[in-house]
T-cell receptor, first 111, second 114 residues
Framework: GQQLNQSPQSMFIQEGEDVSMNCTSS?????WLWYKQDPGEGPVLLIALYKAGELTSNGRLTAQFGTTRKDSFLNISASIPSDVGIYFCAGQGAAVNKLTFGGGTRVLVKP | NAGVMQNPRHLVRRRGQEARLRCSPM?????VYWYRQLPEEGLKFMVY????????ESGMPKERFSAEFPKEGPSILRIQQVVRGDSAAYFCASSPLQGGETQYFGPGTRLLVL
């Protein structure tokens, strides 16, 4: 089946830093989605991308749909403490009813 | 406008018991999806249902697991004779239309099998 490799698996941030993460796939996706999950909660949609090459922003978040349709990137600028959490990429392929999720990027605050 | 609702939020069962997880989709949504999340992993698709129909159950284990979405009432994910490996967070999502539409997730049910 389709697999998504998400990296990095975890990262430490300091307030004000920019954060970047990405997902790559062995196969093509038609839609890329980025979710954030807080402890004990369900994923919340951050950004949805529908076209290859598309670059979309949502406040301090920017995501891009790779031109090969096999990857996507999420950037968070000027991070703040509430950015801590787990970020998941998800792809939607030919089977439009199911999302394939990456393994997540855990964003933690530097002690 | 209430979001996707799931209950219970936490469920503890002993091995061999049955677990019933309920999901009420967002108002106006007629498509429901169930996902399972093991600790430290991403969500894995289990099943996609519309009212009174199972559309895609390719992610459901072949035994002990079943799902329904009746004409009236919530969608139910049922796990019979639970085993310790069933311990996970189970998330329900809903969308207004099939595919191409964003799936909105509920808060999940965390199942612990003792």
């Amino acid at each position: 089946g389709q697999q998504l490799n998400q990296s990095p698996q975890s990262m430490f941030i300091q307030e004000g830093e920019d954060v970047s993460m990405n997902c790559t796939s062995s196969s093509i996706f038609n839609t890329w989605l980025w979710y954030k999950q807080d402890p004990g909660e369900g994923p919340v949609l951050l950004i949805a991308l529908y076209k290859a090459g598309e670059l979309t922003s949502n406040g301090r978040l920017t995501a891009q749909f790779g031109t090969t349709r096999k990857d996507s990137f999420l950037n968070i600028s000027a991070s703040i403490p509430s950015d801590v959490g787990i970020y998941f990429c998800a792809g939607q392929g030919a089977a439009v009813n199911k999302l394939t999720f990456g393994g997540g990027t855990r964003v933690l605050v530097k002690p | 406008n209430a979001g996707v609702m799931q209950n219970p939020r936490h469920l503890v069962r002993r091995r061999g018991q049955e677990a019933r997880l309920r999901c009420s989709p967002m108002k106006g949504h007629s498509h429901v999806y169930w996902y399972r999340q093991l600790p430290e992993e991403g969500l894995k698709f289990m099943v996609y249902l519309q009212k009174e129909n199972i559309i895609d159950e390719s992610g459901m284990p072949k035994e002990r697991f079943s799902a329904e979405f009746p004409k009236e009432g919530p969608s139910i994910l049922r796990i019979q004779q639970v085993v310790r490996g069933d311990s996970a967070a189970y998330f329900c999502a809903s969308s207004p239309l099939q595919g191409g539409e964003t799936q909105y997730f509920g808060p999940g049910t965390r199942l612990l099998v003792l």
